[in-house]
């Protein structure tokens, strides 16, 4: 009796191998290539991310300083010596603070600079300590505002106490290791304070 095997199952019978084309193997190189390619476009992208985050938080440091110096200027010339009207500084003088008193260094109406900023004379805050920013501030008189006199014949009088005097105070804080123009190496902000003169 004989029997009959299939071809499939014989071990003796040999088996035509296919062309091989290496459509396989280039689309793998082509799917690897686009993995690539995505990986490397994603990297960019969270490269540019980590930038814009370290410059937006290195500017609000910036900002924080300068509001910072900018109440410690507020803070010298309302707080410690209110009811004080300040002289203006000596055009020799380093800083707009004197041995400890506070002065402006200039008229903001008749200040040739404008709404511009000269921190020449500005006062260093002490506090931030490196690397933080530097921060510089300094006051410009703006006003003195006085009451009518009181009597029917003086209505067009000033009295000489009662006054409310109005300076504006300059703030900066920059990475610099001096005071420099505001722009992109400073953050610069501005105020304005009064005080009532007895």
């Known amino acids: 009796m004989t029997f009959f095997m299939p ?3 014989n071990p003796n019978h040999k088996h035509p191998l296919p062309k091989q084309q290496g459509a396989t193997l280039v689309v793998a190189l082509i799917m690897l290539l686009m ?11 969270i490269t540019l991310e980590s930038r814009i985050a370290a410059n937006l938080l290195d500017q609000q440091q910036l900002v924080e300083v300068a509001d ?7 803070r010298t010339i309302v707080g410690s010596y209110q009811g004080v009207r300040l002289a203006q500084c000596d055009s020799a003088a ?9 002065c402006y260094v200039s008229e903001a109406k008749a200040d040739t600079l404008g709404l511009h900023t000269d921190f020449a004379q500005g006062v260093e805050v ?3 300590t490196s690397p933080a920013p530097n921060g510089f501030w300094y006051p410009r008189y703006i006003d003195t505002v006085c009451p009518k006199g009181m009597s029917a014949t003086s209505a067009l009088n000033i009295a000489t106490t009662g006054c409310t ?7 900066q804080a920059t990475r610099q290791n001096a005071h420099t123009d505001c722009g992109a190496n400073a ?3 501005r105020s ?7």
């Open 192 to 198: 304005t304070v009064n005080q009532f003169i007895k």
């Open 126 to 128: 002490a506090g931030f």
């Open 94 to 102: 380093p800083s707009a603070v004197t041995e400890g008193v506070p």
């Open 187 to 189: 953050v610069c902000l």
């Open 35 to 45: 993995l690539l390619m995505l990986a490397i476009t994603g990297m960019r992208a």
């Open 68 to 74: 910072g110096a900018l109440r410690d200027g507020e």
């Open 7 to 9: 071809a499939s199952l």
């Open 165 to 171: 005097e109005y300076y504006e105070v300059n703030a």
